[in-house]
C-alpha cells in the first residue's frame, strides 16, 4: 500500500511539475485512465466481482478519489461495472456502456474533449487494445488471467502526441 501511494505522489508530483510549468497542456489534452475489471468470483459469462475484486475497486475508487472525472464507461458486464461502481458513487456519475468489440466509436467519440477525464473498465483482452488504439502504437498485450492490477493513464494532447503511464494498484 506505502509503495502504491508513494508511486501516486511521485506521479501527481511530475504532472503538477508539468502543468503549473505549461498550463495550456490541461486544456489542450483528454487524460483516458483504463483498468482491467477486478477479480471475479468465477469464470461464468457474467459474474460478480469476488471479495477481493471488491477489494481491489475500493482501492481504485481510493487511488483516484482526488482526481477529476468527468465520465465512466464500463462494458455491459457486471464485472466491469462493480470495478467502477464505487468510484462512481464518491464522483456521483453514471457509468455508460460501451461496446467491447468496438471501443473505437467510444474513444473516438472522446478523444476531442480537451481538459477532460475518462475513466475506462475493460477486459483482460480489451483494456491493452484501448491503450493502443489511444496511444497509436502496439505497445501492450492482453493481460495473463491473473493480471487484475493494471491502471494505464493516457493523456491524448491537442498536437497528437501522448504521454502514458503504467500504474499498479
Known amino acids: 500500500m506505502q509503495t502504491i501511494i508513494t508511486t501516486l505522489a511521485a506521479f501527481f508530483l511530475i504532472i503538477s511539475g508539468i502543468y503549473h510549468q505549461q498550463?495550456?497542456?490541461v486544456n489542450d489534452s483528454v487524460t483516458f485512465i483504463v483498468v482491467r475489471?477486478?477479480?471475479?468470483?468465477?469464470?461464468?459469462?457474467?459474474?460478480?466481482?469476488?471479495?477481493?475484486?471488491?477489494?481491489?475497486?475500493r482501492k481504485l475508487a481510493e487511488t483516484l478519489q482526488y482526481t477529476k472525472?468527468?465520465?465512466l464507461f464500463?462494458?455491459?458486464?457486471?464485472?466491469?461495472r462493480q470495478t467502477l461502481g464505487i468510484l462512481a458513487e464518491k464522483h456521483?456519475?453514471?457509468?455508460?456502456?460501451?461496446?467491447?468489440?468496438?471501443?473505437?466509436v467510444l474513444?473516438?467519440?472522446?478523444?476531442?474533449?480537451?481538459?477532460?477525464?475518462?475513466?475506462?473498465?475493460?477486459?483482460?483482452n480489451t483494456a491493452p487494445h484501448i491503450v493502443n488504439y489511444l496511444i497509436g502504437e502496439n505497445r501492450y498485450n492482453d493481460l495473463e488471467d491473473h493480471?487484475?492490477?493494471h491502471l494505464w493513464i493516457v493523456h491524448l494532447?491537442?498536437?497528437?502526441?501522448?504521454k502514458t503511464i503504467l500504474l499498479h494498484y
Open 23 to 25: 498550463p495550456a497542456l
Open 69 to 71: 472525472v468527468d465520465g
Open 157 to 162: 494532447f491537442a498536437d497528437g502526441s501522448t
Open 92 to 104: 456521483g456519475l453514471p457509468i455508460s456502456d460501451y461496446d467491447p468489440r468496438r471501443p473505437n
Open 107 to 124: 474513444l473516438d467519440s472522446l478523444k476531442g474533449q480537451s481538459g477532460k477525464v475518462f475513466a475506462i473498465a475493460g477486459h483482460s
Open 147 to 149: 493480471v487484475y492490477d
Open 37 to 57: 475489471h477486478a477479480e471475479k468470483v468465477d469464470s461464468s459469462t457474467d459474474p460478480d466481482l469476488s471479495e477481493a475484486g471488491m477489494d481491489r475497486a
Open 74 to 80: 464500463s462494458t455491459p458486464y457486471k464485472r466491469t
